[in-house]
């Protein structure tokens, strides 16, 4: 079983960029594919970003894609999300998510407890 930590939430205004961290311990890390999931305040959580076990290939919701890019380094077990250009309505608690298959949104199989990203004037 495999624990993810997240961090680099924040607050940051409009345009600007975070960079998240997840790393993760008690496991193979890349026996799993990873991905990226935020909730935004009052709605349902939703993808963001995923990548293959090797980081060979990386996929990304419409909202994000050309903004945000997700990366890993199996060296370190650690998932990075590096956001550019945010707008306000990234806001939202952001969860790193590992799993055996790779899916571009729900479900999978581990949890990290989210860091929470505000981009606010």
């Known amino acids: 079983q495999v624990q993810l930590v997240e961090s680099g939430g924040g607050l940051v205004q409009p345009g600007g960029s975070l960079r998240l961290s997840c790393a993760a311990s008690g496991g193979a890390f890349d026996f799993y594919a990873m991905s990226w999931f935020r909730q935004p305040p009052g709605k349902d959580r939703e993808y963001v970003a995923a990548?293959?076990?090797?980081?060979?290939?990386?996929y990304y919701a419409d909202s994000v894609k050309g903004r945000f890019t997700i990366a890993r380094d199996n060296t370190k077990n650690t998932l990075t999300l590096q956001m550019n250009s945010l707008k306000p309505e990234d806001t939202g608690v952001y969860y790193c998510?590992?799993?055996?298959?790779?899916?571009?949104?729900?479900?999978?199989?581990?949890w990290g407890q989210g860091t929470q990203v505000t981009v606010s004037s």
């Open positions: 998510a590992a799993g055996r298959v790779l899916r571009t949104g729900l479900p999978y199989d581990y």
């Open positions: 990548i293959t076990w090797t980081g060979d290939s990386t």
